[in-house]
């Protein structure tokens, strides 16, 4: 019965937040370059404060993953370049959407952690990771809404990820209770949706920077940084 609640909130969460975000998207497009550096620096923050101490403490071998997280997109992203320049976008969607993805299953292995741990600790832990999905779920769909023009495809992408969210929830129950091997894979995968996150989000704002006409563009990182710094102090 929890599981199917997790399930349909982490379903809703994703419906709620393409709504959300799809209501503004005009806005969102009008003001693109803002919102991309501020998303982009909320997202580099991210990782750097919370993806990488977790994959370092998974696994000793996670800074190696994490630098080939970063050279596995910069490799294809010369070889998108010398062939097309129009391909860089749909190269930059499909990473953004490996590494949200392996970063949902692991979300989902954590939140499936929730499940065996006794008193309240593991309720809290479950309503800490929904809040923290429904947050991620609105800054990934702002992201993803300046490339993607159907509300139907943001929609589509967001319940993807909210599947590899309960597919890494409900994968762990197939373990039986070996969770050693659990650690290391998490790791491995923190790590590499660590270093794809890195390389775009260091691509973009390099990006935004320099082919901005906005004015006082280079402002807008920091503006993100202190954003995110300020939500994760309230949320501690």
Known sequence: MSYMLITIALITVAVVSSMVVNRYSRWIVKHKTPIVAINMSVLLTFTVMELIPQAVEFTHE??????????????????????EAAQVPSQALMFIMIGTGIHSLVDGMLMAIGFIMEDNTGAVLLTTMIIHKFTEMLMFAMILVTWVSSTLRLMIYLLYLSMFTILGMVGPLFLNGSWSGFENLSGIALSLSSGFFIFMSLTALFEVVESAKVKHTHIYPF??????????????
């Open 62 to 83: 996670g800074l190696i993953f994490i630098v080939l997280g970063i050279l596995i997109p910069f490799l294809m992203h010369n070889i998108s370049h010398r062939h």
């Open 223 to 236: 503006v993100g940084c202190a954003l995110y710094f300020s939500f994760h102090l309230f949320l501690h």
